[in-house]
């Protein structure tokens, strides 16, 4: 039986933290044994604010060398950068020309980027989610394993294929949101009413980063909100002990009952430890494999060749086939 595709892209920007790995990484690397998938570092998108060309370009080996780490195996799927494939600029052209600008304009993410880089609102931002449902079609993805964040977006891309499909024909596979349910959010360590962010910005000690070391992981942990009432109990009234119970269910792989029973009578300080240690246990052998992967650009620099390979030869089907729906000469 014919495998279902799976496409995913992630911006080359921002570190990523725990709760990405456990919302996204992880689940990538959990569907390349099911389905046909391609995963891109998505650096067309990454422009779209600005951003450093340096760094841009060391984060976008660093992101590739993270995902590799994390267990993505590009024998099993087909890991490549964005620019390197033509065809998503490409088919993007050709969708704007069957969106609306009121559609685009319409959009969450648009709107308030808008506001946060007031001073750079340019086309390529409100084109984004255009750009997005390129990179989507043209792999016929049936499935898009995204954050809640990015439904808006896949919803456009389904619009824009259905569109397409009715002015010129069946082209395209349209394509569902898999949006993973029963993975608890893990919220900041200092505010466990907010989302563990990105950004560093904030307090340095809220978010824990796929980059920080055993020590740093360890102490962020010792630092995290809890409460008075001194008991570790999976409660609604104890919103920093019960993310901090997520956490390590997450990467324990243990439930909240049975960590109530393993901390039973024991203090925060102790548990707060042993969610460090979860923690960073599973860290540890992930940075030091990512730093074995940067320190050998050219072996890097094959792996990355071949995605983009095979990512290259399955968008230029597409396009060809686009191409020659909409009229296009092509020799
Ligand atoms: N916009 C996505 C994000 O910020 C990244 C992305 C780009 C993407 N292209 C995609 C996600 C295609 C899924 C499919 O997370």
Same mark, same amino acid.
């Given at each position: 039986?014919?495998?279902?595709?799976?496409?995913?892209?992630?911006?080359?920007?921002?570190?990523?933290?725990?709760?990405?790995?456990?919302?996204?990484?992880?689940?990538?690397?959990?569907?390349?044994?099911?389905?046909?998938?391609?995963?891109?570092?998505?650096?067309?998108?990454?422009?779209?604010?600005?951003?450093?060309?340096?760094?841009?370009?060391?984060?976008?080996?660093?992101?590739?060398?993270?995902?590799?780490?994390?267990?993505?195996?590009?024998?099993?799927?087909?890991?490549?950068?964005?620019?390197?494939?033509?065809?998503?600029?490409?088919?993007?052209?050709?969708?704007?020309?069957?969106?609306?600008?009121?559609?685009?304009?319409?959009?969450?993410?648009?709107?308030?980027?808008?506001?946060?880089?007031?001073?750079?609102?340019?086309?390529?931002?409100?084109?984004?989610?255009?750009?997005?449902?390129?990179?989507?079609?043209?792999?016929?993805?049936?499935?898009?394993?995204?954050?809640?964040?990015?439904?808006?977006?896949?919803?456009?891309?389904?619009?824009?294929?259905?569109?397409?499909?009715?002015?010129?024909?069946?082209?395209?596979?349209?394509?569902?949101?898999?949006?993973?349910?029963?993975?608890?959010?893990?919220?900041?360590?200092?505010?466990?009413?907010?989302?563990?962010?990105?950004?560093?910005?904030?307090?340095?000690?809220?978010?824990?980063?796929?980059?920080?070391?055993?020590?740093?992981?360890?102490?962020?942990?010792?630092?995290?909100?809890?409460?008075?009432?001194?008991?570790?109990?999976?409660?609604?009234?104890?919103?920093?002990?019960?993310?901090?119970?997520?956490?390590?269910?997450?990467?324990?792989?243990?439930?909240? !009952? *049975?960590?109530? +029973?393993?901390?039973?009578? #024991?203090? =925060?300080?102790?548990?707060? /430890? @042993?969610? &460090?240690?979860?923690? %960073?246990?599973?860290?540890?052998?992930?940075? !030091? *494999?990512?730093? +074995?992967?940067?320190?050998? #650009?050219? =072996?890097?620099?094959?792996? /990355? @060749?071949? &995605?983009?390979?095979? %990512?290259?030869?399955?968008?230029?089907?597409?396009?060809?086939?686009?191409?020659?729906?909409?009229?296009?000469?092509?020799?």
């Amino acid at each position: 039986m014919e495998r279902k595709i799976a496409y995913s892209a992630v911006q080359p920007s921002g570190n990523l933290t725990i709760g990405n790995y456990v919302g996204a990484v992880r689940n990538w690397v959990e569907m390349q044994s099911e389905y046909e998938c391609y995963y891109a570092i998505a650096n067309l998108h990454a422009i779209t604010v600005r951003q450093d060309p340096a760094e841009l370009r060391r984060r976008t080996l660093e992101l590739a060398a993270l995902y590799i780490a994390c267990g993505l195996d590009p024998e099993k799927c087909a890991l490549y950068v964005q620019s390197q494939v033509p065809a998503h600029a490409e088919l993007c052209w050709v969708l704007n020309t069957v969106t609306a600008v009121g559609e685009a304009s319409r959009m969450t993410q648009f709107k308030d980027k808008s506001q946060k880089h007031a001073d750079n609102v340019n086309m390529g931002l409100m084109d984004y989610p255009v750009l997005m449902a390129a990179d989507i079609l043209l792999y016929q993805a049936d499935y898009v394993p995204v954050g809640a964040d990015q439904k808006q977006h896949v919803e456009l891309a389904r619009d824009l294929a259905i569109r397409f499909n009715n002015r010129y024909g069946e082209t395209f596979t349209v394509p569902e949101p898999l949006i993973r349910k029963g993975v608890a959010k893990i919220a900041s360590l200092q505010d466990p009413a907010k989302k563990m962010s990105k950004s560093e910005a904030e307090n340095p000690n809220a978010s824990v980063f796929l980059s920080d070391d055993r020590d740093t992981v360890l102490r962020k942990f010792k630092r995290a909100v809890t409460d008075s009432l001194g008991a570790v109990r999976y409660s609604e009234e104890q919103p920093g002990i019960a993310n901090l119970i997520n956490i390590y269910c997450a990467f324990r792989g243990c439930t909240p !009952e *049975e960590v109530e +029973r393993e901390f039973k009578g #024991k203090g =925060y300080g102790d548990f707060k /430890l @042993a969610v &460090g240690e979860a923690v %960073a246990d599973v860290l540890d052998p992930i940075r !030091e *494999e990512q730093r +074995r992967l940067l320190a050998d #650009k050219s =072996y890097l620099g094959d792996l /990355l @060749a071949r &995605g983009r390979e095979r %990512a290259a030869a399955a968008a230029r089907k597409t396009l060809s086939k686009v191409y020659r729906k909409v009229g296009f000469y092509q020799g």
